[in-house]
């Protein structure tokens, strides 16, 4: 069974960093395209970044870029997002995704471009930056 399990969330201040891991199960890790998306109460899901074994471009949302890295270790089958000078913009539920070419052979840039891919979602982990 996949699993993925996204932990690292918490409180934070204005100007503060994270660093949120996606830890996965169930699957090889030697093909994928994780993702991590995000979603405030009221306001849609967004997707904010992804990393593939495919290739080795990393994708962010125009709102995250400079700000957040993610990356991964494949010997600990996790995927992090370093989460620097955040905003009370950034408070949200975050996601761990994973695209195992199940639905798409897109990768990232389906996850990223159109929302299009995702065959695995974690269950979150809470982001809150106060002002």
């Known amino acids: 069974e996949v699993q993925l399990q996204a932990s690292g969330g918490g409180l934070v201040q204005v100007g503060g960093s994270l660093r949120l891991s996606c830890t996965a199960s169930?699957?090889?890790?030697?093909?994928?395209?994780i993702a991590w998306f995000r979603q405030a109460p009221g306001k849609g899901r967004e997707a904010v970044s992804c990393i593939s074994s495919r290739d080795s471009k990393l994708y962010y949302a125009d709102s995250v870029k400079g700000r957040f890295t993610i990356s991964s270790d494949s010997g600990k089958k996790t995927v992090y997002l370093q989460m620097n000078s955040l905003y009370p913009d950034d408070t949200a539920r975050y996601y761990c995704?994973?695209?195992?070419?199940?639905?798409?052979?897109?990768?990232?840039?389906?996850?990223?471009?159109?929302?299009?891919?995702?065959?695995?979602w974690g269950k979150g982990t809470q982001v809150t930056v106060s002002s």
């Open positions: 169930g699957f090889a890790f030697d093909d994928y395209a």
């Open positions: 995704a994973a695209d195992l070419g199940r639905t798409s052979q897109f990768g990232c840039e389906g996850v990223m471009t159109w929302n299009y891919g995702i065959d695995y």
